[in-house]
């Protein structure tokens, strides 16, 4: 819709603008998301020959030129003759077309969109804020520091269970009252669900807050000491292969950097490796699972895909990632052939199948991570990853379906 309308964050006139980092992330091949990208590259993303093109020094990360990087891509679509630009808001879709749609849109969707959106997908499909606690690999943590049990259950539990003392609890309960907080944007007031609230604002109401909330011991006995324990962090399996682990109930805007340091107050997560940091932030994105398919096509409506941070994806080169999904299975529709579902041996298709099949009531927009590949020690192991997801892609690319 720019440049005739634009949003808060945005302000260039530009397509491809960057309003938060000017970061995607790393190229390291031994990273996920340099797997995901290596993926990527051989698709012929456009976002990421436009980023490698006007790259500026970042260390391990691929950091671009902000304003170069959107003109880079803005130029690009204007000189194609295959695409026309309408710079209009859309805000409403005929969903009876029979011809492919591609919504491809992200956190700053206008409410009119948004609303449409909704509409077709169905009530409370829609979220507009993330709520989102950390998640730590599995191989990081210390072993002797927790313990398996689900609450008033005998026996090895679905929960791993992070034990503190009542020095440690204190320990982290101030450390958390003076971390330094990530402020909301002027277009971001978020009314907190008393039922989701980040544990700092929790913490702020009192000492006893979080053992009484998300660090509550009831029903739990640590087989150290064989006594209930003073408070107690629970971990929860995100993924089948369990190498991810959710902090439960632990939603946050400390600042990452803070996050890693409070959190290792706690003893079996001295040395956790964080596959994702928690967060509180506009958003606007489906509750993927029975929403829209592993093909990025609707569930209700095989003519329609999603595109973007909407899918429930999370980074830059996540939605674009989605974007090139979109775009192949759309062009397949167009012709009249079968949408293709990337191999979960591939990132994009560990991502599709997260999206599609979160193993929760409420899908938490995720990053590419090497947790997600569910393979066990993933470090050690990242050799058998990036064949997997080098003969994935080559696959695809030499079969007749690429088309």
Not at 91 to 117: D, Q, R, V, W, Y
Not at 331 to 346: D, E, I, Q, V
Request: glycine share 6%.
């Amino acid at each position: 819709m720019k440049p005739k309308k634009f949003t808060p964050a945005h302000k260039s006139s530009n397509l491809a603008e960057l309003v938060c980092s000017n970061s995607l992330k790393s190229d390291s091949i031994d990273k996920a998301a340099g797997i995901l990208k290596s993926e990527m590259i051989k698709l012929k993303s456009l976002v990421l020959e436009a980023a490698y093109k006007n790259k500026v020094s970042a260390g391990g990360a691929l950091a671009v030129d902000r304003e170069k990087f959107s003109q880079y891509i803005t130029n690009k679509i204007y000189n194609n003759d295959y695409i026309e630009v309408v710079n209009e808001e859309a805000t409403e879709i005929n969903f009876k077309n029979t011809n492919p749609i591609i919504i491809a849109t992200g956190p700053m969707t206008s409410n009119s969109l948004a609303e449409e959106i909704e509409n077709f997908i169905g009530m409370k499909s829609l979220a507009f804020y993330d709520s989102i606690s950390p998640i730590v690999l599995y191989d990081s943590l210390d072993r002797s520091q927790f313990f398996r049990a689900s609450r008033y259950e005998d026996g090895e539990g679905d929960y791993i269970n992070c034990p503190l003392t009542k020095v440690e609890y204190v320990n982290f309960i101030e450390s958390l009252n003076s971390a330094e907080k990530v402020n909301f944007h002027k277009f971001e007031n978020p009314n907190y669900f008393e039922g989701c609230l980040p544990i700092e604002e929790m913490a702020s109401r009192g000492l006893d807050t979080l053992r009484f909330g998300p660090m509550k011991p009831v029903g739990l006995t640590d087989p150290k000491t064989a006594r209930r324990p003073y408070a107690v962090l629970q971990l929860r399996k995100e993924n089948e292969a369990e190498t991810m682990w959710n902090l439960v109930g632990f939603q946050t805007k400390m600042k990452i950097g803070d996050q890693k340091k409070v959190f290792s107050i706690i003893p079996a997560l001295k040395n956790a490796e964080f596959l994702r940091f928690g967060s509180i932030h506009r958003n606007t994105y489906i509750n993927s699972p029975g929403k829209i398919k592993n093909t990025l096509q609707s569930e209700s409506n095989k003519m329609v895909f999603f595109a973007g941070q909407i899918t429930g994806v999370e980074g830059y080169t996540e939605s674009a990632a989605m974007g090139i999904v979109a775009g192949i299975n759309a062009g397949r529709a167009f012709n009249k052939k079968t949408p293709y579902s990337f191999t979960k041996f591939s990132a994009l298709g560990i991502l599709l199948d997260y999206i599609s099949n979160a193993n929760s009531k409420e899908l938490q927009p995720m990053n590419i991570n090497l947790g997600l590949f569910g393979i066990e020690k993933p470090k050690k192991n990242i050799q058998i990853i990036q064949n997997n997801s080098k003969k994935a892609i080559d696959d695809f690319i030499n079969s007749e379906k690429y088309v």
